[in-house]
């Protein structure tokens, strides 16, 4: 049969087109939002930074001449040597650590999966070894001053330190030649063949009580083990989470971590915001978003309708937060248990606890995720659905596709269809043996 590598490899009907059209303005979308969210990031790091400095330049003692204008602040150092920079401290990474890097010539790319904010993702396979996994290019700007990102740095740094079967693993980094100053570098992960975001969208019906008890075992015991480690992820949601045709949950996409300590750091970057896991509990159970606000103002207000509002009896010292005086509070709205269960129908009575819990405003009161392992939930029936159990789905990231409702498609059997007219998808999937585990029942 002769190939087009350009086109998908199903026939494609008017409203496949159009169905592409919206996922690919939908995409579009999601990227600039994040573009947006990652300026926004950017600017509340210069702002932090310059807060910072201003408060230092406050603590120090007064010289007498506070009215002679600031000195134009240098931003690159005076010296070449790092060790003689005030203030800055060389990066102690030992050259072993990092390199040598193999070329990523050591891949062949199948297929791009997903192009994110900070890179762009390909399905590969080792030329080696013939091991498929996912390439992960890191986008750097050869203009930034700054040279290779930091963020990226931590990804990479991070990744390499992990080590647990609900973290993606790191297998190394590649790097290509590049016409600007750095060359490109690649992550190699292990290919997952799903993220749960795609997953949910694309399910007729939800997963079942105890496949959610399992997922959200996995991504508690994950989580458990990158805190165990000092490690923060702060883009916790669920196309950051990945999911295998063997029921194995990772997680993914360390763009955004950090390394934290006990106590935390006190130069922690103020706008960085991500789900909780309760959140994410929320999204497996209605398959959609929890809190879905168009603007800050309308998510807060759909934040307090389900869980209530902060008070100093259930938060003590909300009202000293930065903002929270000009907060304008509606009236108390009763119990939160009082619309955590009629909204959770399928939990029981230890999921809405649990639910209850992970939502609550203050976060002294949400329980760690080594806590949450030991709640009565995960002790009682149903017991989590073993991995090998689990439902399997065409992979999207393996350009594998799912046969959509198609309202109106014609009945298997009507004798007055003409073959052109049936869709191929349709009856080629209907024998994938990978949809047979479709059927949750
Ligand atoms: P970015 O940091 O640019 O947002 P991510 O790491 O979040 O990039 O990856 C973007 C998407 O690529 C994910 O939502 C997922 O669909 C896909 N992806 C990421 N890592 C893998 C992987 N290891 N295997 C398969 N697909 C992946």
């Known amino acids: 049969m002769a190939s087009n590598p350009g086109k998908s490899r199903w026939a494609e009907t008017e409203e496949d087109v159009a169905y592409e059209a ?29 807060r910072r400095r201003e408060a230092a ?3 120090k003692p007064s010289t007498g001449v506070e009215d002679r204008p600031h000195k134009k602040r240098r931003i690159s150092p005076e010296t070449d040597d790092p060790e003689k920079v005030v203030g800055r401290k060389r990066l102690k990474t030992s050259l072993s650590y990092w390199a040598p890097c193999r070329s990523e010539r050591n891949y062949t790319k199948l297929n791009d999966i997903e192009e994110g904010t900070y890179g762009l993702v390909s399905r590969a396979k080792d030329n080696g070894t013939s091991r498929i996994v996912a390439l992960k290019r890191l986008k750097t700007d050869s203009k930034d001053r700054n040279g290779f ?34 060359p490109t570098v690649s992550l190699v992960l292990e290919f997952v063949e799903h993220d749960l975001r795609s997953v949910l969208e694309d399910m007729t019906e939800t997963f079942v009580p105890s496949e959610i008890k399992r997922l959200m075992l996995q991504l508690t015991s994950g989580v458990a083990y990158i805190h165990d480690h000092y490690i923060l992820h702060r883009d916790l949601k669920t196309s950051n989470i990945l999911l295998n045709n063997r029921g194995v949950l990772k997680i993914a996409d360390f763009g955004m971590a950090r390394y934290t300590s006990d ?17 994410i509990f929320a999204e497996l159970l209605e398959r959609k978003a929890l809190f879905r606000g168009s603007a800050e103002a309308d998510q807060i207000s759909k934040i307090f309708e389900l869980v209530g509002l902060p008070s100093e009896d259930d938060w003590p010292g909300f009202r000293r937060l930065p903002n929270a005086k000009s907060l304008k509070l509606p009236r108390q709205p009763g119990p939160v248990e009082d619309r955590i269960r009629p909204r959770f129908t399928d939990l029981t009575k230890a999921g809405c606890s649990l639910m209850r819990d992970l939502l609550s405003l203050n976060p002294d009161n949400r329980p760690t995720a080594k806590e949450m392992l030991q709640h009565p939930y995960f002790g009682e029936v149903p017991k989590p659905k073993a991995e090998a159990l689990f439902p399997t789905f065409p992979s999207k990231a393996n350009q594998e596709r799912r046969p959509r409702k198609e309202p109106h498609a014609p009945a298997r059997g009507d004798r007055a269809v003409k073959l052109g007219e049936i869709d191929v998808s349709h009856l080629l999937a209907t024998v994938t043996p990978k949809l047979k585990g479709l059927d949750f029942g």
């Open 22 to 50: 919206k996922l690919k303005k939908q995409k579009e979308e999601k990227k600039r939002l994040k573009a947006e969210k990652a300026q926004r990031l950017q600017a509340a790091e210069e702002e932090e930074k310059s």
């Open 57 to 59: 330049e406050r603590a």
């Open 263 to 279: 106590p935390p750091p006190d130069n922690l970057t103020s706008l960085v915001i991500t789900l909780c896991i309760g959140c």
């Open 149 to 182: 990102p930091v963020t990226a740095m931590r990804e990479i740094k991070i990744l390499r330190a992990c080590d647990h079967r609900n973290v993606v693993k790191l297998f190394e980094t590649v790097v290509a030649a590049s016409d600007t100053a750095f």
